[in-house]
């Protein structure tokens, strides 16, 4: 082979070379510009639902949210405001609830005294507040439709919100974090010492009925298993 042969191929070699080069420079912004309708965008950590936390068994415990023994549950809120409501294992044991009855604004409420009722098969059951305060707001939307409590206890199931000047003294008493898990523990097996036979075989099999828990337990007495659960 003649040297011009060889320079001549060796040119032909790098131009392809380059125009490969050249093809993957402009490829790739071509492909991002394509694929970029097609990449997510990250959601806000406002979006996601804070009720979300830690499950113990078939009930929701989040962590940003303090417990009364009788499950109610607080969330603090700006200055000495507290959000209050029913916790997800008081719906759950209730089941549909027909009517709620909720204190009024100014009213004045002590940390473990009745706080509202809930009525349900022409039965009534009252559930403690878990601090002291004033009322200074009502959820209204629970109050004409009560099935709200069932989906979202923790959010839009919100009951009323007190100033509780307070509030810290009252947290002292109330369970958060792993103290609430290891009681919602403790409930839980209190819930199994009362199962019956035929709720037994469902529990053995992964299941339990969780709408109207004291119907399914007591089916005549359901409102006196709430009252004990309640501690009212």
């Not at 071509?30 to 959601?43: D, G, L």
């Not at 959000?83 to 940390?111: C, H, N, W, Y």
Request: with cysteine.
């Amino acid at each position: 082979m003649i040297p011009h042969d060889l320079l001549t191929m060796y040119s032909a070699k790098a131009v392809e070379y380059l125009i490969a080069v050249a093809f993957l420079i402009l490829f790739i912004p071509f492909w991002r510009f394509v694929n970029k309708a097609k990449v997510p965008e990250p959601i806000a950590a406002a979006e996601i639902p804070r009720w979300l936390g830690q499950v113990v068994d078939w009930f929701l415990v989040p962590g940003h949210v303090y417990f009364h023994p009788g499950h109610a549950w607080a969330r603090p809120e700006e200055g000495d405001l507290v959000a209050v409501g029913m916790d997800d294992f008081a719906q759950k044991l209730m089941g549909r609830v027909s009517a709620i009855t909720l204190p009024e604004i100014g009213s004045q409420l002590g940390q473990g005294e009745k706080g509202w009722s809930l009525s349900s098969d022409s039965k009534s059951v009252d559930m403690l507040s878990p601090v002291d305060g004033t009322v200074v707001a009502v959820n209204d939307q629970v109050m004409t439709s009560p099935d709200i409590l069932n989906p979202d206890p923790y959010g839009n199931g919100w009951l009323i919100k007190v100033r509780a000047p307070r509030r810290t003294a009252n947290f002292k008493h109330l369970l958060s974090g792993t103290l609430a898990t290891r009681w919602m523990e403790e409930v839980c097996e209190e819930l199994r010492g009362r199962i019956s036979s035929d709720l037994g075989r469902l529990y053995q099999d992964g299941g339990l009925p969780v709408e109207g828990m004291g119907r399914s337990l007591d089916p005549s007495n359901w409102d006196e298993i709430a009252r004990e659960f309640f501690l009212t």
